[in-house]
């Protein structure tokens, strides 16, 4: 069952960050023109909060389960001093906490903005922060 998580968890990240991306380009091109916030750039940011709330649910879920986590709970002391075992407890899964919190803020905040550029400015700084986030604690050597 671990195994099959772990699967799940690593290909939804990439469906998380295809989104996250979208919806930042989307944000980022739509504060550069006069572009009107329609269904289509709703939806991304819909299925960009959808896929990084599987992702954290699925991470909880790995962390909960996880025979190296606990080994970790069971002496976080020696867990902290190895980086490799702390990135992967502690700050991986604290920083895609805080990155799907900001998805979160960002597409309902775009939801409820006034106006079409700020619809797209929120959209472009609450993504690009959390696909920000997930990129500084993705776990690059076992990605591929």
């Not at 989307?26 to 939806?43: A, D, L, V």
């Not at 960009?48 to 699925?58: D, E, K, N, R």
């Not at 976080?76 to 502690?90: E, L, Q, T």
Request: glycine share 6%; proline share 2%; net charge positive.
């Amino acid at each position: 069952m671990y195994n099959a998580i772990l699967t799940a968890h690593h290909y939804i990240a990439f469906l998380a960050l295809i989104f996250l991306l979208l919806a930042t380009v989307n944000g980022f091109m739509g504060t550069r023109t006069e572009k009107i916030f329609e269904e289509s750039n709703r939806k991304v940011n819909a299925f960009a909060l959808i896929f990084t709330h599987i992702m954290l649910l699925l991470g909880i879920i790995l962390l909960v389960i996880s025979p190296v986590a606990s080994q970790a709970f069971a002496d976080m002391g020696s867990a902290m001093k190895d980086s490799a075992i702390r990135k992967m407890v502690i700050e991986h899964p604290f920083t895609n906490i805080i990155a799907v919190i900001l998805a979160t803020i960002g597409n309902a905040k775009s939801k409820k903005a006034v106006g079409h550029g700020r619809k797209f400015k929120v959209s472009f700084i609450f993504f690009g922060l959390a696909l920000v986030l997930i990129l500084s604690r993705l776990p690059y050597e076992r990605l591929f």
